[in-house]
């Protein structure tokens, strides 16, 4: 069975900077392409960070490029988003997502939540 | 990349069928096809129920189907049942490495 485990998720103050990991399991991990996907209280979903199988590749909403890295340790099937210079607008809970050969995220993590507040 | 245009809400009572539309632009939806569908329940994570336009992963109902025509796509659902009700997100690769999604439908068992 897929399993994705999000963590690290909480308060945090504008400015601030925050991890986020994601474990893995279930599946061949350094097989897919892993994704951030996030959502703002009461609002949809979005797109922030995808990385290629072995890491080398490495892609940024724009909403974020420049602010949040996105990385991964296939030895330890495990995910990761620094997210740096926090703003308000950043609140949401963050999902990790296994990308598919079929251009779709066909599993989801059950996702965390980061608050942005003095 | 601008969001994809979903209605807010649609609502049909159980046993028909609805329609949620999905507008983008032919940089994303008119571009790939790459469309996919969520389901959402809330307070839960999403969950796949359409992939590559019009493709069913195992385990959905085929009472779930996809479409698309030029820059829209479609989710039909018939056959509604109570436990359709849930907001539904599309999405779309709009090219470079981004995907975007639509702003949500919340479905309405009546």
């Known amino acids: 069975e897929v399993k994705l485990l999000e963590s690290g998720g909480g308060l945090v103050q504008p400015g601030g900077s925050l991890r986020l990991s994601c474990a893995a399991s279930g599946f061949t991990f350094s097989s897919y392409a892993m994704h951030w996907v996030r959502q703002a209280p009461g609002k949809g979903l979005e797109y922030v960070s995808a990385?290629?199988?072995?890491?080398?590749?490495?892609y940024y909403a724009n909403s974020v490029e420049g602010r949040f890295t996105i990385s991964r340790d296939n030895s330890k099937n495990m995910l990761y988003l620094q997210m740096g210079s926090l703003r308000a607008e950043d609140m949401a809970v963050y999902y990790c997502a296994r990308y598919s050969s079929t251009s779709c995220y066909d599993s989801w993590g059950q996702g965390t939540l980061v608050t942005v507040s003095s | 990349q601008s969001a994809l245009t979903q209605p807010r809400s649609v609502s049909g009572s159980p046993g028909q069928s609805v329609t949620i539309s999905c507008t983008g632009t032919?940089?994303?939806?008119?571009?790939?096809?790459?469309v996919s569908w969520y389901q959402q329940h809330p307070g839960k994570a999403p969950k796949l129920i359409i992939y590559?336009?019009?493709k069913r992963p195992s385990g959905v109902p085929d009472r779930f189907s996809g479409s698309k025509s030029g820059n829209t796509a479609s989710l039909t659902i018939s056959g509604l049942q109570a436990e359709d009700e849930a907001d539904y997100y599309c999405c779309s690769y709009a090219g470079s490495y981004t995907w975007v999604f639509g702003g949500g439908t919340k479905l309405t068992v009546l």
């Open positions: 032919r940089s994303d939806i008119g571009g790939y096809n790459y």
């Open positions: 990385i290629s199988t072995n890491g080398d590749g490495t």
């Open positions: 590559d336009v019009g």
